[in-house]
């Protein structure tokens, strides 16, 4: 089974929005990692945060990691219509993907 | 953040040949590559996990008599398809994971057979 499903599965916004999308997951993790990925491109390692981390900022993406709860979000501040993408969690170095979410960013 | 390439970045092929796609991680070592392939819209699914020195595992539902994997190196993993069939079209992904666990994405391969 996925560890790590996404949602909302996709989600469109302005740009200049921020934009917030959640995991969930079911076992215990050590780590948690968010990729991007481009229309016809692999996935781009964005950030990983640990089990005993609450929230990771790098840039404009803010992530937050609740293990009680099974859960994490991505936050992208001010977004810009390049990060047009899907993105994906991925918990406790698990090698299946949920299905992402599909982000558009209008200009 | 590590670097992992992909070589071609596009094949179109005829039904019937075999396809090597290379994977490399540029400046890290990776006892263990990942290879994956994605059809339009959807996610990855996991085909095998390449071992270096070591035959590789697959996972259910993969031939590995037609998707043959080979680990030469702790820098260099290869996929070749053989006698590719158009449902073989995909978008094949490789990943290595360093270190301290972080998987490292190529950036994939668009196979088109006709």
């Known amino acids: 089974s996925q560890q790590g499903e996404e949602d909302p599965q996709a989600l469109s916004i302005q740009e200049g929005e921020n934009a917030t999308m959640n995991c969930s997951y079911k076992?215990?993790?050590?780590?948690l990692q968010w990729y991007r990925q481009n229309s016809g491109r692999g996935l781009v390692h964005l950030i990983l945060?640990?089990?005993?981390?609450r929230e990771k900022h790098s840039g404009r993406l803010r992530v937050t990691l609740d293990t009680s709860k099974k859960s994490s979000s991505l936050l992208i501040t001010a977004s810009r219509a390049a990060d047009t993408a899907s993105y994906f969690c991925?918990?406790?170095?698990?090698?299946?993907f949920g299905g992402g979410t599909r982000l558009m960013v209008k200009p | 953040g590590a670097v992992v390439s992909q070589h071609p970045s596009w094949v179109i092929c005829k039904s019937g040949t075999s396809v090597k796609i290379e994977c490399r991680s540029l400046?890290?070592?990776?006892?263990?590559m990942f290879w994956y392939r994605q059809f339009p819209k959807q996610s990855l699914m996991l085909m095998a996990t390449?071992?270096?020195?070591?035959?590789?595992?697959?996972e259910q539902g993969v031939e590995k008599d037609k998707f043959l994997i080979n680990h030469a190196s702790l820098t260099l993993s290869t996929l070749t398809v053989t006698s590719a069939h158009p449902e073989d079209s995909s978008f094949y992904i490789c990943?290595?994971?360093?270190?301290?666990?972080?998987?490292?994405f190529g950036p994939g391969t668009r196979l088109t057979v006709l």
């Open positions: 991925n918990a406790g170095n698990m090698l299946t």
């Open positions: 945060i640990r089990s005993n981390e």
């Open positions: 076992t215990s993790i050590n780590n």
């Open positions: 390449s071992n270096e020195g070591s035959k590789a595992t697959y």
């Open positions: 990943s290595a994971r360093d270190s301290v666990d972080t998987q490292y």
């Open positions: 400046d890290f070592q990776a006892t263990t």
